[in-house]
């Protein structure tokens, strides 16, 4: 028992932005469950935002913060690279995109694009780089080539998805509202 509890608890923490993803998936269907007002489109899509923002860019960039100042020997043996003092860097850059994501998660459009679209260039860039060590370095280690670089894929591309959802929802909205 104590192997498989060890295991998941690998799992979990070594693919931690898909976990970060999973439990804001969670948590939205849970707010969503227990909603007051009618489960419309637009509720939906707010809840998935708002959690997509506050897990998938606020605990996910506070996770990688931890990882690359605190234990940044581990992080680059993780990713396939020597320790360097960029991961301290690379840290307080995903402190700052963390900070972004938990003041983003319940406030407007505006700020919530801003946390995407800042976070999506990082993750963005970092796919780029660990697809390169891929095909240049043949580095294939778990943090490089694994759930890892596929999250930073995916998770821009869910921001900008439920963003533009988001934006759709209240367009829809104030063009049904009152008309004067």
């Known amino acids: 028992m104590a192997g498989v509890i060890e295991a998941v608890i690998v799992f979990v923490l070594s693919n931690f932005p898909l976990t970060a993803l999973v439990l804001g998936f969670i948590v939205a269907i849970i707010a969503l469950a227990r909603a007051k007002e009618p489960v419309t489109g637009a509720l939906v899509v707010e809840k998935l935002l708002s959690w997509y923002v506050f897990f998938s860019i606020g605990l996910s960039f506070l996770y990688n913060f931890a990882i690359h100042v605190f234990f940044g020997r581990i992080a680059a043996s993780f990713i396939g690279w020597a320790d360097s003092p960029f991961q301290f860097e690379v840290g307080t850059a995903s402190l ?85």
């Open 96 to 180: 700052g995109f963390a900070v972004v994501g938990f003041l983003a998660a319940w406030r407007g459009f505006e700020l919530r694009l801003a946390a995407v679209v800042g976070s999506a260039i990082f993750l963005l860039g970092a796919a780029v780089g660990h697809g390169h060590q891929m095909i240049a370095a043949h580095n294939y280690a778990p943090g490089n080539a694994g759930s890892v670089f596929y999250m930073d894929l995916v998770i821009p591309l869910l921001g900008f998805l439920l963003l533009w959802l988001d934006h759709r929802a209240a367009h829809a909205s104030a063009a049904s509202g009152p008309r004067g």
